[in-house]
């Protein structure tokens, strides 16, 4: 024990010694040190940096952290929750979109927090948001196979023209609680590829009338023209009324569908049955009709407003595989918004449509 309190005194005495020397200086004292106490000299240099001269450590070692989780989590909390829990990497660019109008929603915010904002990594945005994340139960799958016209409708295997927006991808949601009989409530997704456009309708139950009617309204709101149509084999997707809207037309659409039992296929759209649908309703039972207006209303106006114009998304560029391991490359992300508007493939008259729309959806 002696020796021990004697060893934390010496050590007390080199370490004032150790900063105030220079480099032949310091490498004096830790011959010495580790001479007489037979330490690494790596474990000498740790002792001698991070032991305060005082004897009580005052604060953690390493360097001072810039950015504190008292001052920025209170108002990155109330973005998150508002931008539906995004990661750090999107959060960061819808950032700049919503802080402008954070204090009218919530009260005023200090500058320099703003401005902390702005400048904080996507990194140090999920390690601050870490303790708020929420873990979501698992979903239902409403999908029923649709055998009729399966050998009408191609599987996709050729490429689409991802470089333009049209080429959506199409997939329903059951709101039906913890069981699939009787009637309830569906939702609709429609999403683009290339921009991830993504508009929803809802439908009472999911007979071919009501999906027919939900695409037509949708595609009607869409700032572009659809050329191909992709979806799972459900018999919603799957029928003749379906096939004839798509296909008796001046400019016809292609009408593919994916695989059985491949999911991943409609990649694209699953993903925004989580994002635009679960987030929204979560998993309850919709068993009452008159929802679907309401629902509707919510679908065609704000919802769609919110993660169109104000929404960022990130898209894959490029995946290879190297040995075990995958790498992926991503681009910046960007709001289907500002994609459609970077867009050569979209007329100014349509852009121009695009703007009043994005400034009546602030004001």
């Not at 310091?26 to 330490?39: D, P, R, V």
Request: positive net charge.
């Amino acid at each position: 024990m002696m020796r021990r309190i004697s060893m934390s005194v010496y050590l007390k005495f080199l370490k004032s010694r150790y900063f105030r020397a220079n480099r032949k200086g310091k490498t004096q004292i830790l011959n010495e040190f580790c001479a007489t106490s037979g330490h690494h000299r790596k474990h000498v240099i740790r002792m001698l940096t991070r032991l305060p001269i005082g004897g009580d450590r005052t604060r953690p070692p390493g360097r001072k952290k810039e950015y504190l989780p008292e001052e920025l989590l209170p108002p990155l909390k109330q973005i998150w929750l508002a931008t539906d829990q995004m990661c750090g990497k999107r959060l960061k660019v819808a950032l700049p979109l919503w802080l402008p109008y954070y204090d009218e929603a919530y009260g005023n915010l200090n500058q320099e927090i703003k401005n902390k904002l702005l400048t904080v990594s996507a990194a140090t945005i999920d390690r601050l948001l870490e303790p708020l994340r929420s873990h979501y139960p698992r979903r239902l799958c409403g999908t029923r196979p649709g055998s009729l016209l399966k050998q009408h409708i191609p599987i996709k295997t050729d490429q689409w023209d991802e470089t333009r927006p049209g080429y959506v991808e199409g997939d329903t949601v059951a709101h039906c609680g913890t069981s699939l009989l009787g009637n309830f409530v569906w939702s609709l997704t429609i999403t683009d590829i290339f921009s991830g456009w993504t508009e929803n309708g809802a439908t009472w139950n999911k007979g071919a009338h009501g999906v027919i009617e939900q695409i037509r309204l949708i595609e009607q709101r869409l700032p572009f023209t659809i050329y191909g149509w992709d979806s799972d084999n459900g018999k919603e997707f799957l029928n003749y009324h379906l096939l004839r809207y798509f296909q008796e037309r001046e400019n016809t659409v292609q009408f593919t569908r994916s695989r059985p039992y491949h999911s991943g296929d409609n990649a694209h759209v699953e993903q925004k049955n989580w994002t635009h649908v679960r987030q929204l309703f979560g998993y309850y039972r919709f068993d009452d009709p008159r929802l679907v207006e309401m629902m509707n209303d919510l679908y065609h106006n704000e919802w769609s407003q919110l993660h169109n114009y104000f929404c960022p998304t990130i898209k894959l560029i490029d995946k290879i595989r190297i040995q075990s391991k995958i790498k992926k490359k991503y681009e910046k992300p960007q709001t289907p918004y500002q994609r459609l508007m970077n867009c050569s493939e979209i007329s100014n008259e349509q852009k121009q449509k695009l703007k009043l729309k994005f400034a009546g959806a602030i004001y």
